[in-house]
């Protein structure tokens, strides 16, 4: 299944060879930190020497001089023209879709799953690509905890390259797949109190959150990976409950009872947390303290966990006050925010454990630009990737991304106009 991607990663590593320093450049969530760090850990290893850099997206300036070899991680595909322009050999390491056609100015590799028969959006991440890549520079087998970090990251699921990569952690004894709840470690109380994925809605609300225990029969104060399995099933029944109440997507219920990654070689064993960490680190502009934890500096964890733990506070106040502001349009419901901190986690948030029968678009107003966060599901008919591109090409932005989870940046001034043509676009797409 991975035998078209490897050849390609094979190019990549020919290309590496000929140079001896290269940047790399990557995206500052979990599968971009994630992907840099397999591609860091595969050249340290080597004793190549290298640069690495992180960045909110190719509207950003890569610098180079010609002799270097740039990498491009977790970016890249999307973004033809800005490619086309780097006078420099380039390899991109991505899985977003490619569009358009790049001209490269001297020798590019472009692995992407895309380009190799697996569809890029949930079967291999960024970082399962550099994983592939820096399997086939050296024996990086143990980096498989990280793949997994950027298919957690991405949302992504476990079938095809995705399935393949760990199938073989397991069967190396790097990861161990159990049975059980999707939830971080800690005591009971306080993982569901500070929980946003799965977003429970406890926040603020102790009283609450004692009667939900009590009626479930399970000891606040218990860690909840000791458990026992009845008070494990009852706590699991009493969530998806409380998910079906708040009006949560179906697959949300399913990746929460579904299984549990255990990463034997990371700092952080329970992969939804060590991801957690990451994205947080990543988000409050640490990506350094999350590349580090994931390179497995043990001297960074302490503060990455105070950083993972404020971001949570954070964004579950921001939740708080941000859930009277949802408004409604014909097929949509939105969000417009001034200086928000977040963009991206508020639509996660909102269109899988509150609206999630309808697409989410959320507009945050912030130094001079518009930055557009648009969320679906697979049970909405709507290519969210399609209408963010559309809709903000008719008001002079840029826009694109995946099927459920697409972005945009637009000109403030034409919020108004961009948001009705998202919602006639999602209309046209549903049907209506
Ligand atoms: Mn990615």
């Known amino acids: 299944m991975l035998d078209m991607l490897k050849a390609e990663a094979r190019k990549a590593v020919k290309l590496l060879e000929r140079h001896e320093f290269v940047r790399i450049y990557t995206h500052y969530d979990p599968d971009g930190i994630s992907a840099g760090a397999i591609m860091a850990l595969a050249l340290l290893r080597l004793g190549k020497r290298f640069q690495l850099r992180f960045l909110r997206g190719l509207n950003d300036p890569v610098e180079y001089d010609s ?14 023209d800005v490619v086309s322009e780097i006078d420099a050999d380039v390899i991109i ?78 069967e190396n004894g790097y990861v161990e797949l159990k049975r059980g709840l999707n939830l971080h470690s800690g005591k009971v109380r306080e993982v569901l109190m500070l929980s946003v994925e799965p977003y429970l809605d406890f926040y603020g609300k102790e009283d609450e959150l004692d009667e939900f225990l009590a009626k479930a029969k399970v000891d606040g104060d218990k860690d909840v990976d000791e458990l026992s399995e009845e008070e494990t099933h009852r706590l699991a ?34 992969a939804v947390t060590l991801t957690d960490i990451v994205n947080a680190c990543g988000r409050l502009s640490a990506c350094s303290i999350g590349f580090a934890v994931c390179v497995r500096d043990e001297g960074y964890l302490e503060k990455a966990m105070e950083i993972w733990r404020k971001y949570r506070i954070d964004l579950l106040e921001e939740l708080r006050r941000r859930r009277e502001e949802v408004r409604e349009g014909e097929c949509i419901r939105f969000i417009v925010m001034e200086n928000a901190p977040a963009t991206g986690p508020v639509a996660t948030v909102f269109s899988r454990y509150l609206y999630a029968d309808r697409p989410f678009v959320a507009v945050n107003v912030k130094n001079g630009r518009a930055k557009v966060s648009a969320r679906s599901n697979d049970s909405i008919g709507v290519d969210l990737a399609e209408v963010m591109r559309k809709a903000a090409e008719k008001v002079g932005g840029r826009g694109g991304g995946h099927r459920v989870a697409a972005g945009a940046n637009i000109d403030p001034d034409k919020v108004d106009e961009f948001i009705r043509e998202v919602d006639r676009l999602c209309c046209m797409q549903l049907g209506g």
């Open 67 to 80: 002799d270097d070899l740039i990498i491009l991680e977790d970016m890249g595909s999307g973004y033809p």
């Open 237 to 270: 029944d009493a969530i998806v409950l409380k998910l079906m109440k708040q009006g949560a997507y179906v697959g949300v219920i399913e990746e929460f009872i579904g299984r549990k990654f255990v990463l034997k070689r990371e700092l952080v064993k329970n």
């Open 93 to 170: 390491i991505d899985h977003h879709y490619p569009v358009g056609r790049i001209e490269p100015k001297k020798e590019l590799v472009h692995v992407n799953p895309h380009l190799a028969g697996l569809d890029g959006t949930f079967e291999l991440s960024a970082s399962g690509t550099a994983y592939v890549v820096a399997n086939v520079l050296g024996d990086n087998r143990d980096l498989i905890g990280l793949a997994i970090v950027g298919m957690l990251g991405d949302k992504q699921k476990l079938v095809g390259g995705n399935a393949e990569i760990v199938r073989e952690g397991v």
